[in-house]
T-cell receptor, first 114, second 114 residues
Framework: ETGVTQSPTHLIKTRGQQVTLRCSSQSGHNTVSWYQQALGQGPQFIFQYYREEENGRGNFPPRFSGLQFPNYSSELNVNALELDDSALYLC?????????????FGEGSRLTVL | AQSVSQHNHHVILSEAASLELGCNYSYGGTVNLFWYVQYPGQHLQLLLK??????LVKGIKGFEAEFIKSKFSFNLRKPSVQWSDTAEYFC????????????FGGGTRLMVKP
């Protein structure tokens, strides 16, 4: 167990809707990253939050947005859902002082867009 | 563009066979290298990491990997696999000139036959 918890575990939405995914980071970790893992592919970096500020972003459109709260938990919001947004969304936390790139992952939120 | 390539998408081995999974990356600058593993129904977890020092690194469960800088490679090895090694394996690279992004390869699905 990593101590990173994500909710919900599964959800189904329709095209055009909006979704919010939530993540609680491991105790003591102040950095949260979000990844999208499409079926049969490796995780793709969406963005990272450090101390409530976006601290890096991958090649995702602005309809993917996020927040980090003072307790270091985080949300991923996706607006105007498209069919290709169907994927496993992974949250990962890190202490910010360890080896850069060493992440502790949650089990993910599986989003299906119909 | 920076990328990580895993040469084998699917590998099937019998127990006690030796394993080598290839990983190549294209990055400039300083890199930290990782292998993550995802066992069926479980979250992604760190198998081993390299960030400096001895290029031959040992991880959990008897796995090891060798960083060859001149070949931009970080291959994963295990001398004798077990049925419990059945999982998906991801090579990942963090670079100091790629923001705070951990870039993953496409993954290798390993099946070990008992």
């Amino acid at each position: 167990e990593t101590g990173v918890t994500q909710s919900p575990t599964h959800l189904i939405k329709t095209r055009g809707q909006q979704v919010t995914l939530r993540c609680s980071s491991q105790s003591g970790h102040n950095t949260v990253s979000w990844y999208q893992q499409a079926l049969g592919q490796g995780p793709q970096f969406i963005f990272q939050y450090y101390r409530e500020e976006e601290n890096g972003r991958g090649n995702f459109p602005p309809r993917f947005s996020g927040l980090q709260f003072p307790n270091y938990s985080s949300e991923l919001n996706v607006n105007a859902l498209e069919l290709d947004d169907s994927a496993l969304y992974l949250c990962a936390s890190s202490p910010g002082t360890g080896v850069a790139g060493e992440l502790f992952f949650g089990e993910g939120s599986r989003l299906t867009v119909l | 563009a920076q990328s990580v390539s895993q040469h084998n998408h699917h590998v099937i081995l019998s127990e006690a066979a030796s394993l080598e999974l290839g990983c190549n990356y294209s990055y400039g600058g300083t890199v930290n290298l990782f292998w993550y593993v995802q066992y069926p129904g479980q979250h992604l977890q760190l198998l081993l990491k390299y960030f400096s020092g001895d290029p031959l690194v040992k991880g959990i469960k008897g796995f090891e990997a060798e960083f060859i800088k001149s070949k931009f490679s970080f291959n994963l090895r295990k001398p004798s696999v077990q049925w419990s090694d059945t999982a998906e394996y991801f090579c990942a690279v963090w670079s100091n000139n790629a923001g705070n992004m951990l870039t993953f390869g496409g993954g290798t699905r390993l099946m070990v036959k008992p």
